[in-house]
Nanobody, 124 residues
Framework: QVQLVESGGGLVQAGGSLRLSCAAS????????MGWYRQAPGKQRELVAA???????NYAGSVQGRFTISRDNAKNTVYLQMNSLKPEDTGVYYC??????????????????WGQGTQVTVSS
């Protein structure tokens, strides 16, 4: 079973920066998509940034130009560099990975795993 461990959240003043990391472990055969989502109090979870196996990226309009998603395939890790943070960036950030994992006997299956979430708080 693929497990994700997030790190890097915290409290920062507006205009500051944070870097989130999400490391995957398990019998991973291949990682396809990686993404970061966030959920603010009273709001639905929304996609912040995503990156494909081919390193194509996609960003929410509200973070375009301020956030950068990247991946380290050798470490099965995805990062989110967040610059020029705003109070409206406050929320719980979750990473999501999709791909295939081996299950033994030459078999594999798709997985869609989520991290436990890390709190990002931006003060004004």
């Amino acid at each position: 079973q693929v497990q994700l461990v997030e790190s890097g959240g915290g409290l920062v003043q507006a205009g500051g920066s944070l870097r989130l990391s999400c490391a995957a472990s398990g019998s991973i055969a291949r990682i396809n998509g990686m993404g970061w989502y966030r959920q603010a109090p009273g709001k639905q979870r929304e996609l912040v940034a995503a990156i494909t196996s081919g390193a194509s990226t996609n960003y929410a309009g509200s973070v375009q130009g301020r956030f950068t998603i990247s991946r380290d395939n050798a470490k099965n890790t995805v990062y989110l560099q967040m610059n020029s943070l705003k109070p409206e960036d406050t929320g719980v950030y979750y990473c999501n990975l999709r791909g295939r994992e081996t299950t033994g006997w030459g078999r594999s299956r798709e997985f869609d795993s989520w991290g436990q979430g890390t709190q990002v708080t931006v003060s004004s």
